[in-house]
């Protein structure tokens, strides 16, 4: 019998509560070979052009960074039922994937520019990249990489490139936010779109500020997958309590898969280290959209606001 495959020198073993989740290291998140389609995701009134591997049925545990999981989904109509969460304000995405949520959050706001997308994958980053401009430049055809320019220690900073510079041909998209009673142009100048950023939880936080300051909103979607205190969940909120703006009603919001029953109050534990006062969105407060998903996956929205917060959403 042929002797196993070595390991990667970074490759570790948890505790943890799925079988799929036996092995973790930082290449666990993504398809090497591109194998990616376009789809035009509904979220109420609000169309995202999404770029990734479209159906979970179809991607691997390996490709969690490219698909749309149905925690994205909730979060992102939570969002637009919630709308004032993002207007006028600063929005983060942590751990953000295709960005179906902060891409979402981005077309809620006037100032899309406010909105920050990030992964620690730069695989990922580049496939979160096209997606951002596809979306806010309208060309699926020419979306280069753009990228906010800072290091990460042990990271690169990403090449981009603008392919060219073809002007749309036909009539420019237009969105109706039905809370606000308002029209949005969704081309954008560069500028103007939201940025995609490197981020990996706990590191290098204070350059990160630097250069972005700190969010009124946080968002992730099942970013989440053990609770090892050393694996994710205490960097995830490391990071959140350094980049929570200090305005009385700063948040950060994650919709997450229920893998076990003790996950809730290790979550709640962890977060308290840092500040943080957790509290569930109750089923029947999320929006009637969900109740297909709902029905099927055991997700769960929480919010974190500082302890001496007092905020009505």
Known sequence: MDNPAPEPEN????KHTNQLETYFYPGLFMDEHMNYTWKDINIGH???KVHGRHGSESATYAETGQVVWPASEVLSHYLLHHSHL???RSVLELGAGVGLPGLVAAKLTKEPSSVVLTDQSEVVLELLQKNTEANFNGDTESAGCRAVNFFFFEYHCLQLWKTNDKQ???PEPMI???HLGEVFNTSYKEEDGPKCALLDW???LEEFKKTHGTFDLIIGADIIYWMEQEGMAEPLFQTVSMLLSKKVDAMFLLCHHVRSAEMFQSIRDIASKFNLLCAEVGKDDLPAACSDILGNVPLQLLTFTPKDADIII
Do not use: E, L, P
Not at 11 to 14: A, D
């Open 176 to 178: 109706f936010n039905h």
């Open 168 to 170: 749309m041909s036909s």
């Open 46 to 48: 609000v169309q995202v």
């Open 11 to 14: 490759f570790r073993k948890v």
């Open 86 to 88: 993002v207007q006028s």
């Open 202 to 204: 706990g590191v290098d």
